[in-house]
DNA sequence: TAAGTGATCTCT
DNA sequence: GAGATCACTTAA
């Protein structure tokens, strides 16, 4: 039996979901093989007054679903070359996400997406199985102890109280 | 250390 | 429509 986190388990603290988030598995359907990796690094975006998120600047195109119910995916392109995967957190109407930065040996939240094929299409739609992209609790909680916290990362624009925040969680080996 | 690369947003 | 910016990676 599966347990594929949903949005029950998205809707509660931005912060706290993200730790909670390491230990857990990212799992992808592709062609017909499963992929399954631990996740290890993630980094927290939370509200509009968060200036390092893109809902700082109130609903856009892009970031319209940040502002849904968490459990969806938020995939977006940066830079002209990468996706980033990020999961949608909180209620409805309050703008977060978790932006998945590492999982398994891949390290770079483009280099996941790139490794997984994972694209804009996957944008805005529910993590489920159906999807063929989700996110697992396999019952191995993450040793606290192992947990760190650090600034996140490629966010100076935001100005030192925002980018200083430590909204960045890394599972050690 | 810097360039690549293109969607998105903020002005006109 | 133009110009700046960007939740990054790679090659040097």
Not at 60 to 85: C, D, K, P, Q
Not at 110 to 122: E, H, Q, W
Request: hydrophobic share 40%; net charge positive; charged share 30%.
């Amino acid at each position: 039996m599966r347990r594929i986190l949903d949005e029950k388990f998205f809707s509660g603290d931005t912060i706290k979901i993200a730790e909670k988030l390491l230990g857990k598995y990212l799992v992808r359907i592709k062609g017909g093989e499963e992929i399954a990796l631990e996740i290890n690094e993630v980094e927290a975006y939370d509200g509009v007054h968060d200036k390092a998120s893109h809902a700082s600047k109130g609903r856009t195109s892009r970031n319209e679903v940040m502002f849904a119910r968490g459990g969806a995916w938020y995939v977006y392109f940066v830079y002209g070359i990468h996706w980033m995967l990020n999961i949608v957190v909180g209620e409805e109407e309050h703008p977060a996400a978790i932006l998945i930065r590492g999982a398994g040996k891949i390290s770079g939240p483009a280099r996941l997406t790139k490794y997984l094929g994972v694209d804009g299409t996957f944008n805005k739609k529910m993590a489920a199985l159906e999807t063929g992209l989700w996110i697992e609790d396999r019952g191995e909680p993450a040793d606290k102890k192992k947990i760190v916290q650090t600034p996140r990362i490629g966010v100076d624009y935001a100005g030192e109280e925002w980018s200083l925040k430590p909204y960045r969680f890394i599972l050690k080996d």
